[in-house]
């Protein structure tokens, strides 16, 4: 058979592009190594699992899955619009926030226009818009940190998205609200800025940005948020995002029309009504990050102060040892050289037992 052909006609912008590679599955791991026991450190998950009442929600309509799901969610955007103070017009459902993002990059980026990112950032920024056969601006972390400065310095008039992941993934780290407001007020009215909240629900700093306020005065505002994380769905997919109606209405037209699914509307509806699952959870991970920093620091290993609920740590130079070592022991944590970090780990924050035995191991792999 001959080869290469498609690899021709899809061009290079394709071509270049890393596939993004998720954490490995627990099951996966099990079978390789012969394990009974996996825990899954990688996906930045909540170690509690979603609420109660979304689960029951689920097998009370499990037999009405034969059903479309409702096109528009509008139970859904309902309830969110309520708890949020704002019109369900204002927002759109995704399968999974990353969806939006793409949708974003598909209707906002044509060949040659430029999207701005941080350098690492969540990957998908990086991949939706090299779909679109955008030019990435990559803007390096200072300290860490998403530098706004050089990111408002990087704009140009091709420029037409700017991805800004708070608290980014994989540092944890935040941009403050006073940053966020002098740069949205620097920014050219034709430029959309997308805020991707993804771990909004864990941040503890008091200065983290009032985007949702933002975006009622900046028509080229969105802000992303998940059900993925803190509300513990990751598995069934789905996010939101929140912006001026005309933003709405443009992602709409691209939006496929039954994208987020039956089951993942229900439990989301019910995860609204259990903040008690959050407020649990989002302890749980302000507990545990002083447990993990304490032992962190007896290890005398550099880490990143964090937002959300994953820890990026650096192991040195034998990082893919400790992975591959942590992972014979049943615990599947992420190595970050797709980002570009390839002496760190980030490991997601998990119970009180799982953290115990992932500074056990991680000791035990590098005193010897
Ligand atoms: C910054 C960031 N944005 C978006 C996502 C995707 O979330 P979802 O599961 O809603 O697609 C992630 C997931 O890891 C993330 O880290």
């Given at each position: 058979m001959k080869e290469c052909i498609f690899s021709k006609l899809v061009g290079s912008q394709i071509m270049r592009i890393r596939p993004y590679r998720p954490g490995r599955p627990l099951e996966e791991v099990k079978r390789e190594f012969g394990l009974k026991k996996v825990i899954k450190l990688a996906s930045n998950?909540?170690?509690?699992?979603?609420?109660?009442?979304?689960?029951?929600?689920?097998?009370?309509?499990?037999s009405q899955i034969y059903f479309y799901p409702d096109g528009s969610g509008r139970e859904l955007k309902e309830a969110l619009a309520q708890k949020l103070s704002l019109d369900s017009q204002n927002i759109i459902l995704g399968n999974?926030?990353?969806?939006?993002?793409?949708?974003?990059?598909?209707?906002?980026?044509r060949r040659g226009d430029n999207a701005i990112m941080a350098t690492p950032s969540f990957l998908m920024y990086e991949i939706d818009a090299n779909l679109s056969q955008?030019?990435?601006?990559?803007?390096?972390?200072?300290?860490?940190?998403?530098?706004?400065?050089?990111?408002?310095?990087?704009?140009?008039?091709?420029?037409?998205?700017?991805?800004?992941?708070?608290?980014?993934?994989?540092?944890?780290?935040?941009?403050?609200?006073?940053?966020?407001?002098?740069?949205?007020?620097?920014?050219?009215e034709n430029v959309l800025v997308v805020f991707d909240e993804a771990y909004y629900e864990y941040v503890e700093a008091e200065?983290?940005?009032?985007?949702?306020?933002?975006?009622?005065?900046?028509?080229?505002?969105?802000?992303?948020?998940?059900?993925?994380?803190?509300?513990?769905?990751?598995?069934?997919?789905?996010?939101?995002?929140?912006?001026?109606?005309?933003?709405?209405?443009?992602?709409?037209?691209?939006?496929?029309?039954?994208?987020v699914n039956f089951l993942a509307q229900v439990a989301a509806i019910a995860s609204l009504t259990d903040q008690e699952q959050v407020r649990r959870s989002r302890q749980l991970i302000r507990e545990e990050k002083k447990f993990l920093y304490s032992h962190l620091r007896k290890l005398?290993?550099?880490?990143?102060?964090?937002?959300?609920?994953?820890?990026?740590?650096?192991?040195?130079?034998?990082?893919?040892e400790v992975e591959y070592r942590l992972l014979?022991?049943?615990?599947?944590?992420?190595?970050?050289?797709?980002?570009?970090?390839?002496?760190?780990?980030?490991?997601?924050?998990?119970?009180?037992?799982?953290?115990?035995?992932f500074i056990g191991e991680l000791q035990a792999i590098l005193s010897s």
């Open positions: 998950e909540n170690p509690l699992g979603p609420s109660a009442k979304a689960i029951q929600a689920i097998r009370d309509c499990v999974g926030s990353d969806e939006i993002v793409s949708m974003i990059a598909q209707v906002f980026l955008a030019r990435i601006m990559s803007v390096p972390l200072k300290d860490f940190k998403i530098d706004l400065e050089r990111m408002i310095r990087a704009v140009t008039p091709k420029t037409r998205v700017v991805f800004i992941a708070n608290p980014n993934n994989p540092t944890g780290t935040i941009v403050k609200g006073e940053e966020v407001d002098r740069f949205v007020s620097r920014l050219p200065d983290f940005p009032q985007t949702l306020d933002l975006a009622r005065n900046h028509p080229n505002i969105i802000v992303l948020r998940t059900f993925s994380k803190i509300y513990g769905l990751a598995g069934l997919r789905i996010g939101y995002g929140v912006a001026g109606k005309e933003i709405i209405d443009i992602l709409n037209r691209v939006r496929s029309p039954f994208n005398e290993l550099f880490f990143v102060p964090t937002e959300a609920n994953f820890i990026l740590i650096e192991v040195g130079k034998k990082t893919k014979e022991k049943g615990i599947i944590v992420r190595g970050m050289r797709a980002y570009d970090l390839p002496q760190f780990i980030r490991v997601s924050i998990g119970t009180r037992e799982q953290n115990k035995e």
